[in-house]
């Protein structure tokens, strides 16, 4: 990335910060430097307690990267930085929790093992129940530290835990294993793994034109259960919800792969549908540092207003809730998100209501695939 960064016309290195990717013999060896520098303040002549010292993850440290050909987006965050302090209150247990999660990592590259952020809480449950109480506070802390060393996550052992299937016209093959063809296992589709070195060394191949990421398991089960593959050239992909890092890990492997399949969005019409199609097309804030590598430009085919205004009746519409609100007001104030985005929002708060995907079904269970294709052929997407 720091090449691409220096070399390309479209992006300047200068003002951005990201996250290496480093063998662990390197993560070691950074965690082994701060902690000599941790000993040497103390050992001074004028002891004292050095702040930790972390590029800042705050809103107002995002930049966003476009490129001038492509349209493409992505997060990053800028050289400000924050501090994690032992002699201030408010950031005490914090600057805590950063060594904790740095000590129980530095034992996971000695052994050579990967766990998950769910089992490194439970482990930090147990050793220091003092200062890590939630999961919330465990992966605020992988943050900090994925911050304060510049390295990804999984450099640092932590794997991500995923939720994703795949399904479609995709032939799937891990090194040493039997090629997978992903039309073929049935409404459930492939498991996405949460190794994403195993995902970077995937062989893929296919014949699609497009690529259809849905928000939702039970529209993908449809989906695939309708073969939607077989009338619409297409690849499948989920993460049944909000997105997991596998699950865009490996959207965007496939976006680099096959760069002529446009990748197109199917959400509910709420706030939060809208969220998570901008989560994986420009990354997360809180991950700013890597969102780079988990980003692609996804497509927003639907639902939007229009599909509503015609498609939709009053009765399958429900009104917003007051999360929903929440999320808008976030999605209302963000830079980087699109005029005609915006304005998709503004309907939503404007009507008070939202719709599920699953509202088509009043025209039966079969009209999704015929919806899909007509908003395709028509390129009916933003």
Known sequence: MGEFCRSTIFFSDQHLCYADILPPSQVRARIEVAVLN?????????PSISDL?????????IRVCRGLLTGDSWIFLSHSFCTRSLTRENSAKSFIRVWKVMEMCYQILVQEKRVTQRE????????????????LQVNRTIQDLVALLRCSRYSLGIMASSRGAIAGRLLLQEPDKEVVDCSTCGSSGYA???????????????????????????????LAEDRVFNQIPCILITAKGFPDIATRFLLHRMCRMFPNLPVLGLVDWNPAGLAILCTFK???IGMGLEAYRY?????????????INQLIPEECLVPLKPRDLQIAKSLMSSEILQDSYKEEVAAMVQSGRRAE???LYCHGYDY?????ATKIVQANYL
């Open 192 to 222: 996405i793994s949460g190794d994403l070195e195993l995902l970077e060394k995937l062989t893929m191949e296919t014949d699609a034109r497009y690529i259809i990421m849905v928000e939702k398991h039970a529209i993908f089960q449809r």
């Open 120 to 135: 490194l809480y439970y482990k930090l449950l147990c050793d220091s129940p003092d200062y890590f109480t939630s999961q």
């Open 53 to 61: 010292s972390l590029i800042s993850r705050n809103s107002n440290n």
């Open 357 to 359: 995907i699953e509202a």
């Open 38 to 46: 941790f000993l040497k303040a103390l050992s001074s002549n004028s």
């Open 368 to 372: 999704l695939v015929k919806f899909l």
């Open 282 to 284: 420009f990354g997360s």
């Open 295 to 307: 980003a692609c430009n996804v497509k927003w085919l639907g639902l939007r207003k229009d599909d």
